[in-house]
């Protein structure tokens, strides 16, 4: 089993900051990519950023220059640091690896997402 626990949401003023963390564990062969998702009240889940094995990010527009995903491959664990913080960020933040586990010896991957944490901007 692979369990995803993210951590660092919260509630946090326009303009500030905050950082996320996601740390993977269990029976983990490998990680490839690893990503931030987020939904927001009666809106549908986007993709907030991603990140390859090897360090490749991606970002949505309405985050770029403002958030920045990154990991740590030693500790499995990816972060999304978010910066100048806007109302519109409020949502719910979900963690998604790719991660390969071996049954035996037969290598499977799966789309393992994390519990979600909050994250709510407000005066």
């Known amino acids: 089993q692979v369990q995803l626990v993210e951590s660092g949401g919260g509630l946090v003023q326009p303009g500030g900051s905050l950082r996320l963390s996601c740390a993977a564990s269990?029976?983990?062969?490998?990680?490839?990519?690893m990503g931030w998702y987020r939904q927001a009240p009666g809106k549908q889940r986007e993709l907030v950023a991603n990140?390859?094995?090897?360090?490749?990010?991606n970002y949505a527009d309405s985050v770029k220059g403002r958030f920045t995903i990154s990991r740590d491959n030693a500790k499995n664990t990816v972060y999304l640091q978010m910066n100048s913080l806007e109302p519109e960020d409020t949502a719910d933040y979900y963690c998604?690896?790719?991660?390969?586990?071996?049954?035996?010896?037969?290598?499977?991957?799966?789309?393992?997402w994390g519990q979600g944490t909050q994250v709510t901007v407000s005066s």
């Open positions: 998604n690896a790719i991660v390969t586990v071996m049954e035996l010896t037969t290598p499977l991957e799966f789309n393992y």
């Open positions: 269990g029976s983990i062969f490998r990680i490839g990519a």
């Open positions: 990140i390859t094995s090897v360090g490749s990010a």
